[in-house]
């Protein structure tokens, strides 16, 4: 049961709406400590007003600008909902794991007796660092705290002194693991639940099953005046129709709340259209836009890639330009030098029409080699691009076996330099990051090429697969047969342009034999690092700066 949703279309009526109703909250609480009353009949109201989280965290709680801590109106009806399975699907970075576990995991441990809070996050750090949230707070709050901590306090676990100064309540931490098991639950907070990998044999939904819900089976029965005893909270961003989360959108038992990035007032339309311009659609559906999109099903759609073909360009380099190689070798195997193809892909920038859009990429070059070709006839290709009256910026290829035969050759025939060349290892989460980026482009319109028959065939026999917990896709063959050169060699070109920063380098083609003149540029590039995709922030940086989740 879906119980509020905030969208791009309905953000700016619910914040307004949300802010009127909790604002009357804040205002209620402030005109207590102005009245002519007695102590004991100050405390009495306090006490019962403080049974709404959101009015207690503004009585005693500071944000981290000293300040009384209001929390946003979206945050106070997902910490007041009384259900006792609740589930947040949220966009990242909008304060969902800052209320539904901060402020509730507190509110809770401080008000029931021999509370035990249990935070499950998708990885042991993750979990910690929650924990860590509260332990600040309570630091910088406007009473002390710290005079209701017991004996155990460590980076895993904080024990408080319960209400009726008897029991002890317990926060633990936790990776979604059988730990767990040891242990009853008032309250369970399952962070990032969409993003948990299999727990030995069980899938996420089968630890949920297993381990979660039989942990609070007993403390649900406990009489609490005010609180849902034995609550489980689950909080995540989407990621695809998988995951706890999903099943949890799909459970009638469940109180769910959608809240896209605009549900938190400090963000604006502006970023988020140009995020939704930006970002692959599965992408900004789960950071964003707070979506389950499915990315199950073929690579591209047959429009777009009818789309890349109606440009019809023809394959010719222009003179002078800044060109992005992409390859793909045959294996150096016996049975891979007889069947595969070895296939180079070139593209070039072409500036948006509008300011401040990305370029478009356009495909300018392919060449193709049959089975068993001397490596020497595709170097002797290579050699005459470069010394034409054309900048190859970068030529990526993905890495074939061990070690590094190609980019060896390229630099002892002075082919190329080392920064020019750009070996890939397809690792699931390398190669889902160079076809995303592909994906992206087709997508997003913004590549034009011309009718290719064995890059169409190929394209269109691709499938796209998400792994349990996984942000990476696996891409492969619908069917045995179908290769994947042109494809690959295509992906490559484009995040070679990519990695280079987006938009065209000004260049000059130096003899290779002037190595000292080139030096001072390979030095630049090799301090700067490359750009990478960081699972962290959810940015691309390059990798010698400090992640942007860090560095706020």
Known sequence: MILDEITEEN??????????????????????????????????????????????????????ENKPLRVYPFQDKLINDKNRFVHVHAA??????????????????????????????????????????MKWIMKRARINFEEFKDNVDNRTELHIHSPDKVGTSVIRTFPPTTAI???????TIMDEDNFWEKIGDLSPVDYYDQCIEPRSNATKNWKHPFLTMGQIVGISNPNGQQ??????????????????????????IQEYQEAKNRLPPYRFASIYAATYMSVDGGFISFDQYEQFASYNHPLVIPPGCNLYLGGDFASEDAKGKNRDWNVIYGVVLIPHKEKGFAPHVQVVYLK???????????YDELRKLVNSNINVVKFGYDKVGVGDKIKNDLIDRGIMV????????????????????????????????????????????????QPIGSVHLKIHHKTEGIKDDHPDALANACYMAKRSGGFGVDLTVIPHAEKKIIEPETELRQGKGTLAYCEKCEDYHWENQVCNLIAT
């Open 418 to 465: 080392d920064y020019q060349i750009e070996p890939l290892t397809y690792s699931l989460p390398n190669k889902s990051e160079v076809f995303i980026n592909m994906q992206s482009l087709f997508e997003h319109g913004q590549i034009q090429g011309r009718d290719i028959p064995k890059l169409k065939e190929q394209m269109m026999g691709l499938r796209v697969e």
């Open 92 to 133: 990242n970075q909008v304060g969902k794991t800052w209320s539904a576990a901060v402020i509730k995991g507190l509110h809770h441990a401080f008000h029931v007796n021999n509370a035990s809070v249990m935070i499950i996050s998708s990885k042991e750090d993750q979990a910690i660092s929650i924990l860590d949230e």
């Open 368 to 378: 193709e080699w049959a089975p068993n070709t001397n490596k020497q006839v595709i």
């Open 11 to 64: 953000f700016e009526e619910r914040r307004v709406d949300g802010q009127e109703e909790l604002d009357k909250k804040f205002n209620a609480w402030d005109r207590l400590g102005k009245l002519d009353i007695k102590l004991a009949e100050f405390k009495a109201k306090a006490a019962w007003m403080m049974r709404d989280p959101s009015i207690w965290a503004y009585a005693t709680l500071k944000d981290k």
């Open 243 to 268: 995951g706890l989360g999903w099943r949890c959108l799909n459970d009638p038992r469940y109180h769910n709340y959608i809240y896209n990035w605009l549900a938190n007032p400090q963000n604006n």
């Open 181 to 187: 098991l040891g242990y009853p639950s008032t309250l």
